[in-house]
């Protein structure tokens, strides 16, 4: 008789546990984690700004460490503990989307340094955190990136040196979010130590605030709501006016006023098969001449760039005007080609 050795045993009775264990068991994102709470969540007054806070266990245990902080406020904390990125953006259309917010509070990425779901680049981290930025601001939601807490040492994996990698990170999350009108909450500069680590007033375990932490990070994450919410009340691209060869690029910046207000605009070229502009501004000139549009999410303010082209050494001038649409309760500006001029 062939005898079964003891690892094939084995390798066949984890294959058994696996596929009889329950549902809950296999539920890796923890989908169920606020299921019934997501049910629960009623809309708010239509003046009123919804914030979602998702995180990990530094975002779960802020409403036990200071309720007061989200009491009698539209603040909904989606945190669940030892959470890497990667399971937060699983359960993100759940536990974000389905909820109609109008801001969310991003703070993760310390569980993927600490490799809670195993080995990982901060370039891979940004990726995951840039995804779901991304889905937010395709649903309308404004968005709050938050550093990563500094940490020297995490307790349970004392191998992993995370000083370099959380600086970087931060980096890469401050920068992901000036090119993409997103607001950055700084909470490491105010919490760091000497050693780059978690000041010791501040946390108990190193990588935890405590109530003392946590009271520093609150008026920085209010800053960044409130600046998330501030609507522009008038728009300007800057340059006005540009002139460039075929097949080269430029980048348009926008001025807001009040400074710090929301630079969440539409794009647009009024021809883009003469020149094209991405989502950030980025302008790419292929022939003659072309105006460049920026439209604020309803429509109320609208700036433009008029682009000048030098195509196979003859250049090409525009004259645009701006006629408003007859019926509508806000007059639309809309460009409009009256004629062009040959360079003789």
Known sequence: MKMINLKQIILVLQFLLFIVKPADAQDWANLNFNKV???KIEP???NEYQVVFMGNSITQFWSDAHPAFFANKPYINKGISEQTTSQMLNRFDADVIKQNPSIVVFLGGTNDIAQNGGPITVEQIMENISSMAQIKKTNGIKVVLCSVLPVYQYNWRPDIKPIEQIISLNALIEKY??????VYADF???LVNEEKGLKSEYSNDGVH???AGYLVMEPIVEAAIQKATTPATSIAISPSTLNMTDNSISQLSLIVTPEGASKNVTWSSSNPSIATVSLSGLVRALALARLITATNPDGSLTSTCFITVTASGNQYIYQTVLRPIVGHAMPTLLPM???FLHPG
């Open 188 to 190: 490491y500069s105010s």
């Open 209 to 211: 605030p405590n109530l």
């Open 44 to 46: 708010t007054a239509t």
């Open 337 to 339: 080609t009256t004629g």
């Open 177 to 182: 979010t000036e090119d993409n009108d997103m």
């Open 37 to 39: 709470a997501n049910t």
